[in-house]
Nanobody, 124 residues
Framework: QGQLVESGGGSVQPGGSLRLTCTAS????????MAWFRQAPGKEREAVAT?????????TYADSVEGRFTISRDNGKKTLYLRMTDLIPEDTAMYYC????????????????WGQGTQVTVSS
């Protein structure tokens, strides 16, 4: 059974940066796309970035993070990253990584694996 484990969360001041890491282990079946989601208290979980696992690594970003967040992957290390810069209080949330079986759209359709989450808090 495949597992995803996130790390790298923490507390930062507005304008700060963090890099989240998601490491996959075990058997991950039919992966097509990896993604980062986040969920703030009282809000629905939302997709913030996706990256295809095909050559070319096509990426997509939610409008709210475009230009500030960068998603990347290292297939050899089975690792997914999310570099977050210029953080604002609205970025405060639990961040989750996920593996999707099909289209790399900014939604939770076809998510087959979820990590347990890592907390990001942006506050002065």
């Amino acid at each position: 059974q495949g597992q995803l484990v996130e790390s790298g969360g923490g507390s930062v001041q507005p304008g700060g940066s963090l890099r989240l890491t998601c490491t996959a282990s075990g058997s991950i079946y039919s992966p097509n796309c990896m993604a980062w989601f986040r969920q703030a208290p009282g809000k629905e979980r939302e997709a913030v970035a996706t990256i295809s696992l095909s050559p070319g690594s096509i990426v997509t970003y939610a409008d709210s993070v475009e230009g500030r967040f960068t998603i990347s992957r290292d297939n050899g290390k089975k690792t997914l990253y999310l570099r977050m810069t210029d953080l604002i209080p609205e970025d405060t949330a639990m961040y989750y990584c996920a593996v999707k079986h099909t289209a790399c759209a900014l939604n939770a359709d076809s998510v087959a694996y979820w990590g347990q989450g890592t907390q990001v808090t942006v506050s002065s």
